[in-house]
């Protein structure tokens, strides 16, 4: 079984900065997709930021401009996360997904998720 840990998570202030970490139980390369999901109260799970395993990033608008998803060589992805917001107050989740494609079909073949790290933004 794939295992996924994060870290990095806590309290801040608005305008602070913290940078996630997850570590997974094997190389990033055997993935074809890697990124961070987040949930609010209340609200449902979002898609914060991915990365392909050629490099290819994608951020949800909200967080354009301030938070950077990138990763290692190794086994590890990051999440930098910059002039934050009270409105980023969620559990963020890291996310990997190997993917077979065939002529015609992309087929999933692993949805792999980490436990949750709490990020709190208050004054």
């Known amino acids: 079984q794939v295992q996924l840990v994060e870290s990095g998570g806590g309290l801040v202030q608005p305008g602070g900065s913290l940078r996630l970490s997850c570590v997974l139980s094997?190389?990033?390369?055997?993935?074809?997709?890697m990124g961070w999901y987040r949930q609010a109260p209340g609200k449902e799970r979002e898609l914060v930021a991915t990365?392909?395993?050629?490099?290819?990033t994608n951020y949800a608008d909200s967080v354009k401009g301030r938070f950077t998803i990138s990763r290692d060589n190794a086994k590890t992805v990051y999440l930098q996360m910059n002039s934050l917001k009270p409105e980023d107050t969620a559990v963020y989740y890291c996310?990997?997904?190997?993917?077979?494609?065939?002529?015609?079909?992309?087929?999933?073949?692993?949805?792999?998720w980490g436990q949750g790290t709490q990020v709190t933004v208050s004054s």
């Open positions: 996310n990997v997904k190997r993917i077979q494609v065939l002529p015609g079909l992309r087929q999933s073949v692993g949805d792999y």
């Open positions: 990365i392909t395993s050629d490099g290819v």
């Open positions: 094997e190389s990033i390369f055997r993935f074809n997709a």
